[in-house]
T-cell receptor, first 114, second 114 residues
Framework: AQSVAQPEDQVNVAEGNPLTVKCTYS??????LFWYVQYPNRGLQFLLK??????LVKGSYGFEAEFNKSQTSFHLKKPSALVSDSALYFC????????????FGSGTRLQVQP | DARVTQTPRHKVTEMGQEVTMRCQPI?????VFWYRQTMMQGLELLAY????????DSGMPKDRFSAEMPDATLATLKIQPSEPRDSAVYFC????????????FGEGSWLTVV
């Protein structure tokens, strides 16, 4: 079985401040980890992924995520938030040995205040 | 600009009616997924296909839902008969069968059953 937990329904941050959106996972074997963003009335857009290698992954729009195997976490970060980053963020996981479909977390709404 | 195309974008129908949603995956992608998004359940995997063959449809209510890929450029999700609890956004996604398995989402079909 594979699962993802996003413990925060909403994260509020002021524009210009750093942001973190948390994600922890559970899989058998090695994880493949993903972040997607969803803007209102739109589909999910791929941000970044971790497959193997460097634990710090850089993605679109200045976002990055850090893979921590011991803590089974894959938190999304950005050094300086923009109002336009306000959206719904989904963490997703699949294991490298079993089924190939992604399992998504419940989503975290990021609200960046001007 | 390659993208997953879904039709219809919006559908309002009466309970008991048949609903068919269509998806054109990105050209060359041979893995296709159907996800359903609701406020209560978040993103749920309904079914996925590889090379047009269903690999997993365990998340799909079999009594009223069916999913097919008549050819490599078309995936369909049918609900018959529809019920109010089927009101949701239905997303199609496609990808390549490589290890990274990044999948790309369409804009969704927004279904309301009254």
């Amino acid at each position: 079985a594979q699962s993802v937990a996003q413990p925060e329904d909403q994260v509020n941050v002021a524009e210009g401040n750093p942001l973190t959106v948390k994600c922890t996972y559970s899989v058998s074997g090695n994880p493949y980890l993903f972040w997607y963003v969803q803007y209102p009335n739109r589909g999910l857009q791929f941000l970044l992924k971790y497959i193997t290698g460097d634990n710090l992954v850089k993605g679109s729009y200045g976002f990055e995520a850090e893979f921590n195997k011991s803590q089974t976490s894959f938190h999304l970060k950005k050094p300086s938030a923009l109002v336009s980053d306000s959206a719904l963020y989904f963490c997703a996981v699949r294991d490298s040995t079993g089924r190939r479909a992604l399992t998504f977390g419940s989503g975290t709404r990021l609200q960046v205040q001007p | 600009d390659a993208r997953v195309t879904q039709t219809p974008r919006h559908k309002v129908t009466e309970m008991g009616q048949e609903v068919t949603m269509r998806c054109q995956p990105i050209l060359g992608h041979n893995t296709v997924f159907w996800y359903r998004q609701t406020m209560m359940q978040g993103l749920e995997l309904l079914a996925y296909f590889r090379n047009r063959a269903p690999l997993d449809d365990s998340g799909m209510p079999k009594d009223r839902f069916s999913a097919e890929m008549p050819d490599a450029t078309l995936a369909t999700l049918k609900i018959q008969p529809s019920e109010p609890r089927d009101s949701a956004v239905y997303f199609c996604a496609s990808g390549l069968p490589d290890r990274s398995n990044t999948i790309y989402f369409g804009e969704g079909s927004w279904l309301t059953v009254v």
